[in-house]
C-alpha cells in the first residue's frame, strides 16, 4: 500500500465493514481495494485468489489483537469465529454483542464501531511491516505450522508448533485442555483454549444455535461417574471426555487437565509449575492407556502452554513444566507425536528460541 493510504484509517475501516456485512462467503462480490492491496503485498502465496487472501489478512489482523472480549468480538463480527463464516451478519452481530452482555442495538451503536476499528488498525500495521502492540516481533503471514527439532534425553526428535487458535486444529488424536479443578468448563463466548473447544465442540443446528455441548456434557458426567461433582479434584488430574464435533477435523479426545485452583473469594486462579508438570505426565499416560483401544491407536496429542493464560504463568514457566513431563516421556522411548499449539507470534517466536537453544527450555 503506497504511504498516503497508510494514514487511512477510516477508509480501511469502511471495508471492514463491508465484510462483516456481506460474511466470508461472498468476499468475491465486494469491492475492497484497500483489503485486496493489503493482503497482497503481504502475501505469503502472491498467486492465491484475492478473497483468500483478503480472508487471510483479516484472520492475521485479529489475531494481533491481545486476546479478550475484543478480539473474540471481532472474530464473530467478520465470522473468523469456528463455524460462523456462513452466519448472516444479524446472527454474527447477536453473538458478539453478547460477548459484551449488551443488547444489539448497544452493541451497533458503540462496541462494534470500537472492535471493527481495532481490526482496521491491525490492518494498517501489517501494510506498514509494524511491529508494536501486543504482536511485537511477529513476522506478518508467518508459517502457522512449523517443525522443531529438539533434543531429549540425549536422543534427536521434533516437535510441530502451531501458531493459530486451538479450534483450527486438525487431524491431532488429543489434545490438552486446561482446566480448573472444579473441572468446571467456562462459557463458550470467552475467549480461553477451554471454552474455545467447547465451542468448536457442541452440535450445531442450521441457524448456528447450539443443540448438543458435548464436551461440557460428557465432562460433566466424567465428573457424576466419578464422584467429585460440585468439588475439586486434586490439581494434576486428567479427565479424558471425546472432541464432539471436532472429530470432524481429526481431533478424537480432549483431555481436561485440572491445574488452576480458584482463589477464594477472586475470580483469579493459581497454577503451579509442578501440577502442570503432573498434569503433562498424568496425560501422556492416560495416552498409553488408550490408545490401542482407537482404530487406528491414537498416536499424537497437542499442548497449549497451560496456564499461561488466567493462571498467570509466563509462557517460558509453563514450557518447561510440560517440557519435563513430555521429555521424561520421550526419553525412555514413547513414539508420540508431539505437538505445542500457541495463538500469537510473541508465544511462537519464544517457544522456538528456548525448544531450539540447548534441546529444550
Known amino acids: 500500500m503506497p504511504p498516503n493510504d497508510l494514514d487511512d484509517h477510516a477508509s480501511v475501516l469502511r471495508e471492514v465493514r463491508e465484510v462483516r456485512r456481506l460474511g466470508l462467503v461472498r468476499l468475491r462480490d465486494a469491492r475492497l481495494p484497500l483489503l485486496t492491496r493489503a493482503a497482497a503485498g503481504n502475501a505469503p502465496q502472491p498467486g492465491r485468489p484475492a478473497p483468500a487472501l483478503v480472508e487471510h489478512l483479516l484472520r492475521a489482523a485479529t489475531a494481533r489483537i491481545e486476546a479478550g472480549s475484543l478480539r473474540t468480538a471481532a472474530e464473530y463480527s467478520l465470522g473468523l469465529a469456528q463455524g460462523t463464516r456462513d452466519w448472516p451478519p444479524a446472527d454474527r452481530r447477536k453473538r458478539a454483542a453478547g460477548v459484551y452482555g449488551v443488547s444489539v442495538e448497544r452493541f451497533r451503536k458503540h462496541h462494534e464501531v ?3 476499528g481495532e481490526v482496521a488498525e491491525q490492518v ?3 501494510a506498514a511491516g509494524a511491529a508494536t502492540g501486543p504482536a511485537a516481533g511477529e513476522r506478518p503471514f508467518a508459517a502457522r505450522h512449523r517443525t522443531l527439532h529438539v533434543r531429549a534425553g540425549g536422543t534427536a526428535g521434533t516437535v510441530t508448533l502451531h501458531v493459530h487458535p486451538v479450534d483450527l486444529l486438525r487431524d491431532v488424536d488429543v489434545v490438552v485442555s486446561p482446566a480448573n479443578t472444579y ?3 467456562p462459557e463458550a463466548y470467552k475467549s480461553s483454549v477451554a471454552a474455545a473447544l467447547r465451542r468448536a465442540g457442541a452440535r450445531r443446528g442450521p441457524a448456528g444455535d447450539v ?3 458435548l464436551v461440557h456434557d460428557e465432562l460433566r458426567a466424567w465428573a457424576a461417574r466419578n464422584g467429585v ?3 475439586a479434584v486434586q490439581p494434576g488430574t486428567v479427565a479424558a471426555t471425546g472432541a464432539g464435533a471436532l472429530e470432524r477435523q481429526g481431533v478424537r479426545r480432549i483431555y481436561h487437565a485440572a491445574v488452576a485452583v480458584p482463589r477464594a473469594g477472586t475470580n483469579d486462579y493459581d497454577v ?5 508438570t503432573r498434569a503433562v505426565a498424568r496425560a501422556l499416560a492416560l495416552l498409553a492407556e488408550e490408545s490401542a483401544g482407537f482404530t487406528p491407536p491414537l498416536r499424537s496429542v497437542c499442548l497449549p502452554l ?3 493464560g488466567r493462571g498467570g504463568l509466563p509462557y517460558a514457566v509453563s514450557l518447561a513444566a510440560l517440557w519435563a513431563a513430555v521429555e521424561a516421556e520421550l526419553a525412555r522411548g514413547a513414539g508420540w507425536d ?3 499449539v500457541v495463538r500469537g507470534g510473541v508465544a511462537a517466536a519464544l517457544v522456538e528460541r528456548l525448544m531450539t537453544t540447548g534441546g529444550g527450555p
Not at 503451579?272 to 502442570?276: E, G, I, M
Open 124 to 126: 494498517l500495521r501489517i
Open 338 to 340: 508431539i505437538h505445542l
Open 306 to 308: 497451560l496456564g499461561s
Open 272 to 276: 503451579l509449575p509442578a501440577d502442570v
Open 114 to 116: 470500537l472492535v471493527l
Open 229 to 231: 461433582s460440585g468439588r
Open 211 to 213: 443443540v448438543e455441548d
Open 183 to 185: 473441572l468446571a468448563l
